[in-house]
């Protein structure tokens, strides 16, 4: 029952936090995923686990030791708008969250940019998106 009850709580706790924004209750937003939880869970099918790419049913670059990284805005863009085979993923992460892997990529698999970006500098790079859904 102690595990349950604590759901419980985590939920009605956040629900409530939510309903302090009026905009946009986003359950995602509820969830605070880290940077490489984004990343194991959306980037590695692609670019692989160790970040270092594939070539086989396409071409999916390296993202490690990738200098390309060092410029903020270029993977920023590439995550919210996408291009070729990469799709966006825009409408799926939070500002936040965009910034989050994008900033845990430019910190892991050998490249050393520690000039973090904050959800404010992710958000010029938002798509026009269509008025979000409450989904089902
Ligand atoms: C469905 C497969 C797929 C997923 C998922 C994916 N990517 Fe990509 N990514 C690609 C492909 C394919 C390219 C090359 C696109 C091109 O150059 O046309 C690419 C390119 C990139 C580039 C540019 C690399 C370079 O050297 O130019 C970055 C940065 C990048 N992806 C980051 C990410 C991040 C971060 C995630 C997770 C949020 C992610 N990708 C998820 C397929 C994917």
Known sequence: ???????LFAVASGASAQSMDPTFVDQKQAAQVT??????HICQG????????????????ALANNPKLA??????????????GMPPFG???TDAQ???VVNYVRTHFGNHYTDALTAED??????PT?????GH
Do not use: N, W
Not at 35 to 40: A, H, L, R, S
């Open 1 to 7: 029952m102690k595990p349950l009850a604590f759901v």
């Open 35 to 40: 940077g490489e939880q984004i990343f194991q």
């Open 46 to 61: 692609c670019h692989m686990p160790d970040a270092k790419g594939a070539v086989g049913a396409g071409h999916y670059p």
């Open 71 to 84: 410029a903020r805005a270029y993977p920023v863009a590439m995550v919210m708008g996408g291009r070729g």
């Open 91 to 93: 409408m799926l992460l």
């Open 98 to 100: 965009v910034a989050d």
């Open 122 to 127: 992710v958000k010029p790079f938002r798509p």
């Open 130 to 134: 269509p008025t979000p859904s409450r």
